[in-house]
């Protein structure tokens, strides 16, 4: 099924959680940036268009700001993110830069969800951007985000952008292959899911595990971020995007991924 979603759609949205951009050491991995921006580019050649919603941010400030590691005060936190997210862009920069293609980075609140006006905009700005042939990188405005205007996670925002440039098809890469009826990593006795089609038939049926070290949602944020967008007709994919060559597998259907079907 999933390659036939990927077949049928012509814009899709590719978020990336932070322990997928982690390398083992938990910094920025700039190899598999790479690896992504030249599979990208052969969808681009393919006459798809493509958005990125990336995290990061936090993982490229560490890499960069090691030192205020152990700081908790929300001040360098935010901090921390205001140098990373330069570092992240870089290295997305610098990715794409490689296939000959141009990047944007556009970062939002919830605020901007919410104003009508500013929504406008943003969509408004996502199609012309991606009509001139730049890569959109969506993340959220953590630098400045409070909890009165705070996303609190990726995988909502991923949903929310798919949804405000009515994309066809939104791709939740993880560090895992996908929909599990409890965390694998938890115990024996999880069963691999390869697609949903009842939300509330699926919510019976699984253990919601916790969130990963790095990033701020899990399981429970891409379930919920997958019915959004299911709610205006976009499937979803939860995918392992630290596998050889995810976004080519996938297409081909040598990787197997849970698919949300609409």
């Not at 980075?105 to 929504?119: A, G, H, P, V």
């Not at 049926?205 to 007709?233: D, M």
């Amino acid at each position: 099924m999933i390659p036939k979603l990927f077949a049928q759609a012509r814009k899709i949205v590719f978020k990336f959680g932070s322990n997928t951009l982690a390398d083992n050491d938990g910094r920025i991995n700039t190899v598999f940036m790479g690896e992504f921006a030249e599979q990208a580019a052969e969808l681009v050649k393919k006459g798809k268009q493509i958005v990125l919603v990336s995290s990061g941010a936090q993982v490229a400030g560490l890499s960069t700001m090691d030192k205020w590691a152990r700081k908790k005060d929300i001040h360098y936190r935010q901090a921390l993110c205001a140098v990373g997210q330069v570092e992240l862009m870089g290295a997305w920069q610098r990715a794409f830069a490689g296939q000959g293609l141009r990047i944007a980075q556009i970062l939002l609140t919830q605020d901007d969800f919410s104003d009508q006006i500013r929504t406008l905009n943003m969509r408004n700005t996502l199609f012309t951007l991606v009509d001139e042939g730049v890569i959109p990188i969506i993340n959220e405005n953590d630098s400045v985000s409070v909890e009165e205007i705070k996303i609190g996670d990726n995988d909502t925002l991923a949903a929310q952008s798919a949804i405000l440039w009515s994309a066809d098809l939104l791709i939740l890469f993880t560090d895992i292959d996908g929909l599990y009826t409890r965390n694998p990593v938890e115990g024996p006795g999880a069963e691999f899911v390869p697609e949903i089609r009842d939300f509330e038939e699926l919510k019976k049926n699984i253990t919601i595990g916790s969130p990963g070290n790095f990033g701020t949602g899990g399981i429970a944020t891409k379930i919920s971020a997958a019915e959004r967008a299911a709610g205006f007709g976009i499937p979803t994919v939860i995918a392992n995007g630290r596998r050889p060559k995810a976004l080519e597998a996938l297409a081909a259907g040598a990787q197997r991924a849970t698919a949300f079907l609409v």
